[in-house]
């Protein structure tokens, strides 16, 4: 609210070109803020904004700004302009802005950014998407083993300003082979002995990530030893990059995105919501919703040969949804739990006949509870049932044998999956349902006629 009752105050200060008034906007609070307050205005007049300030601000205000405007203004402002803003940014972030836009003015933008910024841009740009080359930074800190703490102090006052963070100094030797690691904390307990080397504090040991591991094993290292930065190698052990924790937080949550619009059946949007066309919507929903269509359409066949079954005992098609939501539900909460049990690792390949045994004794108890349920309801006035006590076991035996089947559906598939080297997030609930809506009515008109041929020779 508050962002949308400054912007007339913001359009009233760029329409009378007051600059002084504009750039004491831009300094005056965090760019983050300051990006925040920038809500609402054109990627024209967010660039005019930016204008006003010097280099530094400007570029770490536009850091904040929302990509779909980072990408406008790259694409519609001045390349000259544009080039020295993106020779300023983190290299990281510079790469995935690139990668968002036109090509063509990319090939325009490029030639004049500065030569050294233009090569670690290509650099990082031949990395393929979802690697730890194509997020991390090459801005890091680094030194050489042989130098003392003064000299190091020295040189990282010399180095910071051009920095990401330097909570970790990297020690490599003359070829750039990484040797070790210094803390910051470190160098500072040892001012007192400042010729003190640094290939004597260093340690040695490194838990490292080569530049072509995936994106998603590298962010699960990192969380795993709860590091502020982890150091990028090549197949050579050169030193090439840092994947930092901010950078780690993107990968969650891009991972986590991902995994929910798998979850609901969707193909993963590349942009916004919004700002994804309606056709690409249609096209992303479409495909799994016809997928889903034809799987669900086997359900009608499997109910379709049953047809004599249900003109014989016409009441067994009021229990159909419930048995088959009953199924589905129970093998949705098994998808989800396994599924996020096997992304947290909390299980592994291993456990396989650990969950089942779990799930068995899981879906004996929810499924008896539910027959219980199920069997209490068939003796309900309004559903006018007219059969036998013994005939309407088939719902409470259906319901029991239907949810353990669920179970197993619900914590196997994932498993499969995640056995046959393909992500587990793609067996989601919806097709967890539709495979046991196929399930459920098989084994509900099995029982059924199972049961009626078992009256009949008891009758007979």
Not at 182 to 205: C, I, N, Y
Not at 443 to 448: E, F, P, Q
Request: charged residues 25%; aromatic residues 6%; contains cysteine.
């Amino acid at each position: 609210m508050i962002n949308t009752l400054y912007l007339p105050e913001l359009r009233e200060m760029l329409a009378a070109e007051d600059t002084s008034g504009l750039q004491e906007f831009c300094t005056a609070l965090h760019p983050g803020r300051t990006a925040e307050f920038m809500e609402g205005l054109t990627a024209e007049e967010a660039w005019k904004v930016l204008l006003t300030t010097d280099s530094g601000t400007r570029t770490e205000i536009f850091g904040f700004l929302p990509e779909e405007i980072q990408t406008e203004i790259v694409e519609n402002s001045d390349p000259q302009q544009v080039s020295e803003l993106i020779a300023e940014m983190p290299p990281d972030d510079r790469v995935d802005l690139l990668n968002q836009v036109d090509p063509a003015v990319v090939e325009v933008t490029l030639p004049l950014v500065p030569t050294e910024e233009r090569r670690d841009i290509l650099r990082l740009r031949a990395y393929p998407e979802g690697t730890a080359g194509a997020v991390m930074t090459t801005e890091v800190a680094k030194l050489s083993e042989t130098m003392s703490v003064r000299e190091a102090l020295e040189e990282l006052g010399r180095q910071a300003e051009d920095l990401e963070t330097i909570y970790y100094i990297y020690i490599v030797d003359d070829e750039d082979h990484l040797r070790g690691v210094v803390g910051a904390r470190q160098l500072v307990q040892h001012l007192g002995k400042p010729q003190t080397k640094l290939s004597d504090l260093m340690e040695h040991s490194l838990v490292t990530v080569e530049a072509t591991d995936d994106q998603e094993l590298v962010a699960e290292k990192v969380a795993d030893f709860d590091f502020l930065a982890i150091p990028v190698v090549d197949d050579q052990n050169h030193l090439v990059g840092i994947i930092t924790h901010d950078d780690v937080m993107d990968v969650f949550r891009e991972e986590a995105e991902e995994d929910a619009y798998r979850a609901a059946a969707v193909e993963p949007l590349e942009d916004s919501y919004l700002q994804t066309s309606i056709l690409e919507l249609a096209w992303k929903r479409g495909v799994w919703l016809v997928i889903l269509f034809a799987a669900a359409l086997l359900t009608a066949v499997a109910l379709s040969e049953y047809e004599d079954v249900i003109d014989r005992v016409p009441w067994l098609v009021f229990f159909i949804p419930l048995i088959m939501s009953s199924g589905g539900n129970s093998g949705g909460q098994s998808a989800t739990l396994i599924i996020r049990a096997l992304s947290n690792k909390d299980v592994t390949l291993a456990d396989t006949t650990t969950i089942f045994k779990r799930e068995l004794i899981t879906g004996l108890l929810l499924g008896s509870g539910l027959a219980i349920l199920g069997y209490a309801t068939s003796f309900l006035p309004i559903l006018d049932i007219t059969s036998t006590p013994y005939e309407l076991l088939v719902v409470p035996i259906t319901l029991l044998v239907i949810v353990v089947f669920g179970t197993f559906c619900g914590a196997g598939l994932p498993l499969l999956f995640r056995r046959i080297g393909v992500d587990e997030a793609l067996m989601s609930t919806p097709f967890v349902t539709v495979l046991i809506d196929i399930g459920g009515v098989i084994i509900y008109m099995t029982v059924a006629v199972w049961m009626i041929a078992e009256l009949q020779k008891v009758v007979g």
